[in-house]
T-cell receptor, first 111, second 114 residues
Framework: QKEVEQDPGPLSVPEGAIVSLNCTYSNSAFQYFMWYRQYSRKGPELLMYTYSSGNKEDGRFTAQVDKSSKYISLFIRDSQPSDSATYLCARITGTASKLTFGTGTRLQVTL | DVKVTQSSRYLVKRTGEKVFLECVQDMDHENMFWYRQDPGLGLRLIYFSYDVKMKEKGDIPEGYSVSREKKERFSLILESASTNQTSMYLC?????????????FGQGTRLTVV
């Protein structure tokens, strides 16, 4: 079983919609997760960091970890065409901050 | 502006060639990583380095080696390129610290082996 799994999409939504992007993870001992955003032909960039259970909000973005179901979610409110990208969830381990990624979900926000 | 720079955006190499992918970071980060990214498989860690001359295997090291002679530079070497190594290669760096340390990525090198 992969450490972090993610539906690859693609996911297409109209502008202004609420988007829900989801990952599952295999081991309940995992605690530290990140969401990265990757635009076409670019490297990934950190979007949000989250730890253990609960919610973390940053503007239109909310990251949520449900430890009981081993589920990580990223919600995007009032989605914009500029949000069109691939979203990658990742688990972090070790002092080197090694990342193990899900496959990424490609999101398209249409006008 | 922090930067991780990969030497080439696009490369085409022949089967059996020795290929060098270079990565330089200007943030004085201790840790550097090489990933490959393939459709449906996401980013997979090939090798990483936590100090000069130190290296550790990632999840898919077969067919690859690395070199880190200077702190700012991390090279990925394909000893004898094969068509199944056609992929997007991404370099990243982090500083040593807590588990919320951000990874900075280069733009990627799209390697095609023919």
């Amino acid at each position: 079983q992969k450490e972090v799994e993610q539906d690859p999409g693609p996911l297409s939504v109209p502008e202004g919609a609420i988007v829900s992007l989801n990952c599952t993870y295999s081991n309940s001992a995992f605690q530290y997760f990140m969401w990265y955003r990757q635009y076409s032909r670019k490297g990934p960039e950190l979007l949000m960091y989250t730890y253990s259970s609960g919610n973390k909000e940053d503007g239109r973005f909310t990251a949520q970890v449900d430890k009981s179901s081993k589920y990580i979610s990223l919600f995007i409110r009032d989605s914009q065409p500029s949000d069109s990208a691939t979203y990658l969830c990742a688990r972090i381990t070790g002092t080197a901050s090694k990342l193990t990624f899900g496959t990424g979900t490609r999101l398209q926000v249409t006008l | 502006d922090v930067k991780v720079t990969q030497s080439s955006r696009y490369l085409v190499k022949r089967t059996g060639e020795k290929v060098f992918l270079e990565c330089v970071q200007d943030m004085d980060h201790e840790n550097m990583f090489w990933y490959r990214q393939d459709p449906g498989l996401g980013l997979r860690l090939i090798y990483f380095s936590y100090d000069v001359k130190m290296k550790e295997k990632g999840d898919i090291p077969e067919g690859y080696s690395v070199s880190r002679e200077k702190k700012e530079r991390f090279s990925l070497i394909l000893e004898s390129a094969s068509t199944n190594q056609t992929s997007m290669y991404l370099c990243a760096s982090t500083e040593t610290g807590g588990l919320n340390t951000e990874a900075f990525f280069g733009q990627g090198t799209r390697l095609t082996v023919v």
